[in-house]
T-cell receptor, first 112, second 116 residues
Framework: ETGVTQTPRHLVMGMTNKKSLKCEQH?????MYWYKQSAKKPLELMFV???????ENNSVPSRFSPECPNSSHLFLHLHTLQPEDSALYLC???????????FGPGTRLTVL | AQTVTQSQPEMSVQEAETVTLSCTYD???????LFWYKQPPSRQMILVIR??????QNATENRFSVNFQKAAKSFSLKISDSQLGDAAMYFC?????????????FGQGTRLTINP
């Protein structure tokens, strides 16, 4: 079982729906990340949180709204998405700056 | 801005043979980390190997090793004695530090096929 879990693993939603992705890390890390992986594109960093504080917003549209209530949990709230937002959304965590990031299994999102 | 380039979209190798995946990057920083991640069909990103830029010695993890050429900004991955379980997408990544956390910049990936 990975130290980073994500739910749901698969999500299909319409453009008018509101849904949330959840990420939880059991590794005692201080930083958490959201990435987007689209077909034929490199992984794109979306948001970075360090000790619950957002330190990076990589020009992500406002229809994606992150929330980090504590260092172990990270959410991505979705509303009025577009079909081009369909992708694999990966969560990761890390401890400080000297160790690697550990990834969750991802949520496969399809927007109809 | 940092960029990472993997020029080989796909590679294939016979089982038990050796294959090298290429990666180049662009940066003006002197202290950074480089990583190779593996993403099998399960989509789980798994760290394969990492290299600290200040270390001249190439990193090695069992059958996996890197050829790190700092001046040339090259970071290739060599897989020896390839196994069927090595089949996956391989991503090269550059890491910089931002406000106590990390920012990973990924290459486009190389799909590795292992032929039995």
């Amino acid at each position: 079982e990975t130290g980073v879990t994500q739910t749901p693993r698969h999500l299909v939603m319409g453009m008018t729906n509101k849904k949330s992705l959840k990420c939880e890390q059991h590794l005692g890390h201080n930083a958490m990340y959201w990435y987007k992986q689209s077909a034929k594109k490199p992984l794109e960093l979306m948001f970075v949180y360090n000790f619950k504080e957002q330190t990076e917003n990589n020009s992500v549209p406002s229809r994606f709204s992150p929330e980090c209530p504590n260092s172990s949990h990270l959410f991505l709230h979705l509303h009025t998405l577009q079909p081009e937002d369909s992708a694999l959304y990966l969560c990761a965590s890390s401890q400080g700056t000297r160790r690697e990031q550990f990834f969750g299994p991802g949520t496969r999102l399809t927007v109809l | 801005a940092q960029t990472v380039t993997q020029s080989q979209p796909e590679m294939s190798v016979q089982e038990a043979e050796t294959v090298t995946l290429s990666c180049t990057y662009d940066t003006s920083e002197s202290d950074y980390y480089l990583f190779w991640y593996k993403q099998p069909p399960s989509r789980q990103m798994i760290l394969v190997i990492r290299q600290e830029a200040y270390k001249q010695q190439n990193a090695t993890e069992n059958r996996f090793s890197v050829n790190f050429q700092k001046a040339a900004k090259s970071f290739s991955l060599k897989i020896s004695d390839s196994q069927l379980g090595d089949a996956a997408m391989y991503f090269c990544a550059y890491r910089r530090v931002i406000q106590g956390a990390q920012k990973l910049v990924f290459g486009q990936g190389t799909r590795l096929t292992i032929n039995p």
